[in-house]
């Protein structure tokens, strides 16, 4: 009896408390309240968006969520919490939002201004993945901001991603401030030392000529720029000065030298279903090509094409993916640049050694995910050749739990005879 | 040869220093804090104080809301021992097509908040500390007392922390008037003079003993 008594008395003051604010909510105390919005106004640094250009600057949701203020009385709270928002989605210094009479009487409209912050400093681990065959990889950066500005120093040590195991640091500058928003430019190096598996070095061995030695390390410098040519077409531009040292048979360095350009294309559309539930759909393109010449001083000559196509349907909790990709090298590619599956990204479940050791000059690749919330099912299907060289299809299967950049999967080769599953967990992005 | 004496003559410099200093005296004369007492309570008023400017007023007239609180201590002759104390807590915002203000006074467990609407900027500072009554119930009709005047602008967290409590905690709000004023926030020196009730103007028509 006493407690209750006693939580009576406490939900009461909480009651009381609150009838406090109930009557004096900050809304209800804003004479602007009494006018209708209509229209709503975002501004940065350079840009400014009154909401009906499908720009990617704010995310879907939130941009619906402003456009919903249109129309309705004010709400001084509602926007408040959209500020808040912004700030948070922008990494903004502050977002303010203030009201100015609009050119109907009694309707007003609302301005949100973003304040970029003056420079930041963020760490980001960029890959670290466990894998049951490759082991541990992992790769991490620290990034400086400052304006326009950016610089980022990262580690690597990365089983995955190619055939070698390349291990070392990068650097990259980025600068936006180059008078238009349009166009960025990129400066990046790398240097990596390589650790190389004996199913690889074994089929050098056997195919002299096919593609580079096993280099002992390799450095890249690739400036590039980025040219946004009509939102959300993207044009990247660049070279890169690739240099492999070489241990084997005598002490020497090779050069590849190529022109890189990235075509990409990304949009996203939002769409209300007959449930009045939302989907969202992403669609990101691009296609880039690397040609490698001895105009540049290349000691390899070599065109890469490759293309690929994400698909995503995202309908409540539910998610469907499709990923398509394809590449043709023709000439003789360096290792490096040559395409690799049976890893994190392709034919999950395959042993990248067991499918080709030296890796392939053509690729074609199928992905079907499907996300319930975290649970994940997904089916690859593909094959890596070598032109001239039989086509072999494969297939796995795979299950496991995601959440934001978090996985734990388990992938399934799918061939006659025994079942051997790769465990992958780590952030995958 | 002995110098003429002046006697009690009053300088041509004297008459004018005299002439220039009178303007200053009458400046000073005028009190920054005004009190007039109707027999039960006394009432205030500030003429030389504008809290409706600068950055709070930019504020407004970019559609916010802006909260003040204020707070009226009477201290004893020694100036230390708070007899008195009153606060008020007001929220302004400013009606962008009308172009005036609306104040709300929030209000407490026993009284009601109040509003007003369509005032001036002077006609809204009035209103406010005409709001801040001091009951002078208990006080000696003849004996002196200090009485002070704070203002502050505070932010939505700090108005909640404020009202949070049923009854307004009085030791909160003195806390609050103790912590520095957030940066680029104005801060209004505090308005202070000694009195005496036999000694002040009388409201007509107010208060029992009026």
Redesign the interface.
């Known amino acids: 009896m006493k407690y209750a008594l006693l939580a009576c008395l406490i939900s009461g003051g909480m009651l009381f408390a609150g009838s406090l604010f109930g009557g004096t909510q900050d809304s209800d105390l804003n004479v602007n309240k009494r006018y209708t919005v209509d229209t709503v106004i975002v501004a940065g640094k350079g840009w400014r968006t009154d909401l009906t250009d499908q720009s990617d600057k704010i995310s879907a949701g939130l941009r619906r969520e402003l456009a919903a203020l249109i129309g309705l009385k004010l709400n001084t709270g509602v926007l408040d919490d959209l500020a808040a928002r912004l700030k948070k989605e922008f990494s903004a210094r502050e977002v303010s939002h203030h009201l100015l009479r609009s050119d109907t009487p009694q309707h007003v409209r609302v301005e949100f201004e973003v304040r970029p912050s003056r420079g930041n400093m963020d760490a980001t681990v960029t890959k670290f993945l466990y894998s049951s065959k490759e082991g541990w990889s992992g790769a991490g950066a620290v990034g400086f901001t400052i304006h326009q500005n950016s610089l980022l120093f990262g580690l690597a040590s990365d089983g995955d991603s190619l055939m070698e195991r390349n291990a070392g640091i990068s650097a990259r500058y980025e600068t936006k401030s180059l008078g238009t928003d349009r166009v960025n430019l990129k400066f990046q190096f790398e240097s990596y030392h390589e650790l190389w598996n004996r199913n690889t070095l074994d089929a050098i061995e056997a195919h002299p000529g096919l593609t580079s030695d096993a280099y002992r390390s390799r450095q890249n410098f690739q400036p590039t720029a980025t040219i946004t040519l009509a939102k959300p077409l993207t044009l990247e531009v660049g070279a890169s000065f690739e240099r492999l040292e070489n241990q084997y048979p005598a002490a020497h360095n090779d050069a590849a030298n190529a022109l890189v350009t990235t075509l990409r294309y990304h949009r996203r559309l939002d769409q209300a279903g007959m449930d009045q539930a939302d989907s969202q759909q992403d669609i990101d393109a691009g296609y880039t090509l690397r040609a490698a010449t001895r105009m540049f001083g290349s000691d390899f000559v070599y065109v890469s094409h490759f293309w690929g196509l994400h698909y995503r349907l995202t309908h409540g909790k539910h998610q469907f993916l499709d990923d398509v990709s394809g590449g043709v090298i023709s000439g003789r590619a360096p290792l490096f640049d040559r395409f690799v599956a049976g890893n994190s990204y392709y034919l999950r479940g395959w042993n990248k050694y067991d499918l080709d050791p030296m890796g392939g000059n053509r690729l074609v690749h199928n992905s079907v995910e499907y996300r319930y919330g975290p649970f994940q099912a997904f089916y690859d299907t593909g094959a890596i050749w070598d032109s001239g060289q039989p086509v072999s299809q494969k297939h796995s299967v795979g299950v496991g739990i995601k959440e934001s950049i978090f996985s734990l999967a388990i992938a399934f080769p799918i061939r006659a005879g025994h079942v051997e599953p790769i465990l992958m967990m780590g952030m995958i992005y | 040869m002995e110098q003429p004496s002046r006697g009690n003559r009053i300088s041509r410099r004297s008459w004018l220093l005299a002439g220039l200093a009178t303007p200053l005296f009458s400046v000073r004369a005028a009190e920054p804090l005004e009190v007039k007492y109707d027999g039960d309570n006394l009432h205030l008023s500030a003429p030389t104080l504008h809290f409706l400017i600068g950055k709070p007023l930019e504020r407004l007239k970019?559609?916010?809301?802006v909260a003040y609180v204020a707070q009226v201590t009477l201290f004893g002759d020694d100036h230390v021992t708070p007899i008195k104390r009153g606060q008020g807590r007001f929220?302004v915002?400013?009606?962008?097509?009308e172009e005036k203000f609306?104040v709300?006074q929030?209000?407490t467990?026993a009284v009601p908040?109040r509003s007003v609407?369509g005032l001036t900027a002077a006609a809204a500072e009035v209103w406010c500390l005409d709001s801040l009554a001091v009951s002078t119930v208990g006080l000696e009709p003849n004996a002196y007392y200090w009485l002070r005047f704070e203002l502050r602008t505070a932010d939505?967290k700090e108005l909640?922390n404020l009202?949070?409590?049923?009854v307004v905690s009085f030791r909160r709000i003195v806390e609050f008037f103790s912590q520095r004023p957030k940066a680029g926030e104005p801060r209004w020196e505090p308005l202070e003079r000694r009195l005496r009730l036999s000694d002040l103007p009388r409201m007509a028509g107010r208060g029992r003993n009026g």
């Open positions: 970019d559609g916010a809301p929220v915002s400013f009606a962008l097509w609306f709300t929030l209000g467990q908040s609407e939505q909640a009202t949070e409590q049923p």
